[in-house]
């Protein structure tokens, strides 16, 4: 309605300028000498001018035109009257500043509508106002079908993908549990405490004693296994000589290496030396026989046989305590010598020739080792047949340990200084359980 009003005004006022520019051109015409050429030509190029200038002209640039012309005129007329005229300029330039200003109001106007808008044009006529200065500047433009399609259609809601309208569900959830106020509790689910609850008893003294108790026993437990662990190392890493002398320097560590030899034992299934009192007690009871290394003299508690007790530490009455390289016994005075777990040390060579000296000719020598410790059993058999044996039987079907039975043919085959490679065997150390 406003630009419709603005259209008016100016056509009104083109008119009136138009008859007072008439009025003047017909009264110049009247007083203009004869010698003026070029009058009507100008006034028709005027009349021309205007009516090929489309409605939508400024305001200023028409009133700047007839203004020139008009001085044009009054410079070659010289006509009195020019005051008026000037005052009435005056007052059209003071009409097109006010225009102006309003014009350039309204474009910034129209720049912050064009900021606030979306991209999107069919979302800015939703959001915009049908009332607002979107819509007068539509029907100032002359577009009256979009004016009417904008004030006639319903607001269409912005359309959102599947995920979005999931995220605005579970948004308005989050807002409506967050200030939610908190609920009562249930009292048909809240059970009152009844007296016939248990309650555990307190602890007493006689408990912390208990598992005070049990603690130091684990404590030690893993204790006496470490040490057994270093004596059994020290064992195997060195000569029967040195391990004679750690356990006279030290009386329980022999107890204690006993000990836990025994508990590694007993996970085996079956010992071997019950095995060889088995094979013992079907051989005549008049048999001698020499047990070196004999710990807790189980061997000599399970035959009739007249036996030998040897070890390095005595932990039974019959036990003579010497090293098992250097026995007590005469040569040639016993039946059967027996090594059960004990070609221990660096030695064995040493251990093999004093069971042959003290061997009848013809007797058995029977060892029974950990089977682990064997690299090639084959080289092993070798190097006890050149030391005086010959092998007489063999069991190597237990997963744990290898039994051989070698008899006695007569001195060591070879010297002192010979080099038997077979008799090196691989120490048996425990890892840690």
């Known amino acids: 309605m406003r630009g419709e009003a603005i259209e008016v005004g100016e056509g009104s006022k083109r008119r009136q300028l138009l008859a007072t520019l008439r009025a003047l051109e017909a ?4 007083q203009q000498l004869p010698s003026l050429p070029g009058s009507d030509s100008e006034e028709e190029e005027v009349v021309e001018r205007k009516k090929k200038r489309p409605k939508k002209a400024s305001l200023a640039s028409v009133s700047t035109e007839v203004e020139e012309k008009r001085k044009k005129q009054h410079q070659k007329q010289g006509l009195p009257g020019s005051d008026s005229e000037e ?3 005056k007052k059209k330039k003071c009409r097109k500043r006010a225009l102006e200003s309003d014009s350039a109001a309204e474009e910034k106007r129209k720049g912050k509508c064009q900021k606030q808008a979306p991209s999107n044009p069919a979302q800015h006529l939703d959001s915009v106002d049908q009332t607002g200065p979107k819509a007068w500047k539509s029907s100032a433009t002359g577009d009256p079908s979009k004016l009417s399609s904008v004030a006639t259609s319903p607001q269409t809601p912005h359309a959102l993908s599947r995920k979005q309208w999931r995220n605005r569900q579970k948004n308005k959830r989050r807002h409506k549990n967050k200030f939610r106020p908190p609920q009562p509790p249930d009292p ?8 016939e609850t248990e309650v555990p008893p307190a602890p007493t003294q006689d408990d912390h004693e208990a598992r005070a ?23 195997y890493s060195g000569p029967s000589s040195a391990a004679q002398r750690l356990f006279q320097e030290d009386p329980e560590a ?4 006993h000990r836990g030899f025994q508990s590694q034992v007993k996970k085996w299934p ?4 019950d095995r060889i009192a088995r094979d013992l007690r079907q051989r005549p009871a008049s048999l001698v026989v020499a047990d070196f290394g004999c710990g807790d003299c189980r061997l000599a508690s399970s035959i009739r046989n007249p036996v030998h007790c040897f070890d390095l530490a005595s932990l039974d009455p019959r036990v003579t305590v010497c090293d ?16 059960c777990l004990s070609l221990m040390g660096t030695n064995i060579r040493d251990f093999l020739e004093e069971a042959n000296r003290v061997l009848k000719l013809g007797g058995l020598l029977k060892v029974a080792e950990v089977s682990s410790r064997f690299e090639d059993v084959r080289a ?32 060591p085959r070879v010297g002192p200084k010979a080099q038997l490679s077979g008799l090196k065997l691989q120490p048996c150390l425990y890892k840690r359980r």
Do not use: C
């Open 27 to 30: 009264a110049s015409l009247s």
């Open 87 to 89: 005052k009435e300029v």
């Open 188 to 195: 048909a689910k809240v059970t009152a405490p009844t007296e």
């Open 213 to 235: 108790g049990a603690l130091r026993a684990r404590m030690a437990q893993r204790l006496d296994g470490a040490r057994f662990r270093y004596l059994n190392e020290q064992l």
């Open 254 to 257: 022999f107890l204690l290496y």
């Open 270 to 273: 079956l010992q071997p030396v």
């Open 324 to 339: 098992m390289a250097q026995v007590p016994l005469e040569d040639e005075s016993v039946d059967v010598a027996v090594f």
């Open 380 to 411: 092993f058999l070798g190097a006890v047949t050149k030391l005086g044996f010959k092998i007489i039987s063999k069991d190597l079907t237990n997963s744990h340990f290898f039994l051989f039975d070698f008899e006695k043919t007569g001195p």
